[in-house]
């Protein structure tokens, strides 16, 4: 499984998604994390300018891969566009990336997942 979070410093978890240039990727295996890579994306390669502006018709966004976004915000419509991909991102109070990771391995993680908030229909969730 890989797990993409959101952090524009390399320290914390940031948001919006939309815009986010930068990000860790995690690899699990076995209940353990066996791979982190921080990535760094250029000019154009947010969310937001893939799906919505073409910017980079051809690029491939890293975190296509992962099957989970752990992040601070992120817009219903991104939301929608990266469930399309097999990508669920969860709107999460942590802001350590290790110790939010680590929470998803463990099941502790509290948070929601993002279409919950941001669906747009005008009820609570």
């Known amino acids: 499984m890989k797990i993409a979070v959101t ?24 209940k353990e ?48 566009r990266l469930k399309e991909k097999r990508t669920v991102a969860f709107i999460i109070d942590e802001s350590n990336s290790d110790l939010a990771v680590q929470k998803v391995i463990e099941g502790t993680l509290e948070g929601h997942i993002a279409e919950e908030e941001n669906c747009g229909c005008g009820h609570e969730h």
């Open 33 to 80: 994390i066996v791979d982190k890579q921080y990535i760094q994306l250029g000019e154009g390669q947010n969310l937001y300018n893939i799906f919505f502006e073409r910017a980079v018709e051809i690029f491939v966004h890293p975190i296509f891969e992962a099957e989970m976004l752990l992040t601070k915000d992120i817009s219903a419509l991104v939301t929608e």
């Open 7 to 30: 952090s524009s410093n390399k320290n914390l978890i940031s948001g919006k998604a939309d815009d986010c240039l930068n990000y860790w990727i995690y690899t699990i295996e076995n």
